[in-house]
């Protein structure tokens, strides 16, 4: 049984199958990058990937120092739809108009669906 990885929660048992399942199907260029999301209980981070190389293109957090101080105080839906604008604005700056969304497993609502809004504030393409 080698390569059997144990999983705690059948509620990331289910995440990671969904998540495995997505990334069947999206791949990021550098073109379009794939943005993707991660959704803790206390912050969200994003960030966009070029698969053909492994790199990543931009990202963003709630813990960096630049958004940190825009988002204190906040409630978790307005950080998150700030960490996507300013994803957003750091792929416009790299030259980068065109994104595929990956919501990694999670379901494409609340904090999720609003770091996708805030990246088409920015005026990023799905």
């Avoid at 794939?34 to 966009?48: G, H, P």
């Avoid at 070029?50 to 825009?70: I, P, Y």
């Amino acid at each position: 049984m080698s390569g059997h990885v144990k999983i705690a929660t059948p509620k990331l048992r289910k995440r990671l199958k969904r998540k495995a399942s997505i990334r069947l199907r999206i791949t990021g260029t550098a073109e379009r990058p794939r943005l993707s999301v991660f959704r803790s209980t206390r912050y969200v981070y994003a960030q966009a990937i070029d698969d053909t190389t492994g790199r990543v293109v931009a990202s963003a957090s709630e813990l960096e120092e630049a958004v940190k101080s825009a988002v204190a105080g906040k409630p978790k839906k307005e950080r998150a739809r700030q960490i996507g604008k300013t994803v957003g604005e750091r792929l416009k700056a790299a030259g980068v108009s065109a994104v595929v969304f990956d919501r990694n497993g999670f379901i494409y609502h609340g904090r999720v669906k609003e770091i996708a809004d805030g990246a088409r504030d920015a005026g990023l393409a799905f």
